[in-house]
């Protein structure tokens, strides 16, 4: 059990070190976004965000650690596309579709570690963290789906009208 206490603590220093990312991220697609909609979807993510480390906090000193930051690589990855999606010179609902499939790609991936870091509390009988993680992971997974029905919402559909006007 000792080595999978090890895993544990360093992948929750990697999902530690993401949602930091998250938050600085986060500002920078509420500006990016252009209905009101999802700007505020983002907005109440950032605060969702900043809860989740403090979650993780807990989840350190339940494993009688200090909380520490670790690269999350991937997260860096997803972040640096949607840094591309950002600066797309796209527009309106077309830009807010590009905004969101990045989003989500970043939810995904949240959710994958959650869900791992879950299942393995649950092994090593970290009760409290059970708890805490699968909180965040509930999160995680309605900022997927409040996402997808924002994108469902007709925003594509406008998108596609803005251009089939222009091209008309
Ligand atoms: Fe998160
Ligand atoms: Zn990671
Ligand atoms: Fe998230």
Redesign the pocket.
């Known amino acids: 059990m000792a080595t999978l206490k090890k895993l544990f603590v360093d992948q929750l220093k990697?999902?530690y070190?993401?949602e930091h990312q998250i938050v600085e991220a986060l500002p920078k697609l509420v500006k990016a976004a252009s209905s009101d909609e999802l700007k505020e979807a983002f907005s109440e993510h950032l605060e969702q965000t900043r809860n989740q480390i403090e979650r993780l906090e807990s989840v350190f000193s339940e494993c009688g650690e200090a909380p520490a930051r670790k690269t999350?690589?991937?997260?860096k990855g997803l972040l640096e596309e949607g840094e591309e999606a950002i600066k797309d010179e796209s527009a309106g609902a077309v830009k807010d579709a590009l905004l969101i499939g990045g989003a989500q790609k970043v939810e995904h991936?949240e959710i994958a570690?959650y869900g791992t870091l879950r299942a393995w509390a649950e092994e090593l009988g970290l009760e409290d963290a059970v708890d805490l993680l699968g909180e965040t992971l509930d999160e995680e997974s309605d900022a997927d789906e409040r996402l997808t029905s924002i994108a469902e919402g007709g925003l594509l559909e406008e998108g596609v009208n803005e251009e089939a006007t222009a091209g008309a």
């Open positions: 990697d999902i070190d993401a999350c690589k991937g997260m991936y570690e």
